[in-house]
């Protein structure tokens, strides 16, 4: 059971309790738990061949709106997504450099049902002021240096310990390609039987199927699929197939927002919600 699974159902009991209203706000707990995974992955540090870092202290920024919902809860929300980071961290093989906190914080700047999520890497014999944030991806600062005697990354080099890129899934039998696209093929019906992991996308009520190493999302006729859409760059996005699968942005003019966060870079889960431009694309995976 994966972890994002067994953190809904710890929630499970608290619905219809303490809980009950704060789950009809647009930010919803598990959103917040995908997000603090993905900024798990995206600023892992190689240390040695037998440990990589990852952040231990975590600020989830909130709208006005939605902080004003969260916060009366903020205590027992905190320790709950902590331990869900915990779990995470120790099925990837992930280490702590100190204690693990996750606190919620309000943000001016977002609209509800928008959320940022900071992180950084705090030694435990480190006072905490003396600790650098690491900066967040997509809101267009400079990345901030490491604390002195923290791994030393380059600014614009992809985080040591990213995922590596993934390897395409098998090939399933189905229609030939269609038109224009390598990558796309039409959805299989209800009674496809192909082996490993389907998995699609679905945009303004058209299902597009991933196959090969990568799907380019883009206004660009070369695009794999063509999203007609002004506020869309020619090759705006890229999606990548694999364990986990992944986007990144490809270097367009208004970047992208995964699951209600801006960023360059973050991994898929089935459901995760893409807005390029005013498009948005649900993509999707089911276990074959």
Known sequence: MGVLKKFEQRLEGLVNGTFAKVFKSEVQPVEIAGALQRECDNNATIWNRDRTVVPNDFIVELSPHDHERLSPYAGQLGKELAGMVREYAEAQRYSFMGP??????????????????????????????????QQPQGYGRPPTPPAPGAPWQQPGQAPYGAPPPPAAPPVMPTAPPAPGGGNVRPFPGAGHSGAGTRRWIEVNGNRHQITGNAMVLGRSTEAD???????VSRKHAEIRPGTPAMVLDLGSTNGIVVDGQHTQRATLRDGSRIVLGSTTIVYRQVEG
């Open 100 to 133: 693990l906190q996750v606190t919620l914080e309000k943000a001016d700047d977002l609209d509800t049902g928008l959320y940022r999520v900071r992180s950084r890497t705090l030694a435990s014999e480190e006072p905490a002021q003396q600790a650098a944030p």
């Open 225 to 231: 699929v063509r999203i007609d859409d002004p506020g």
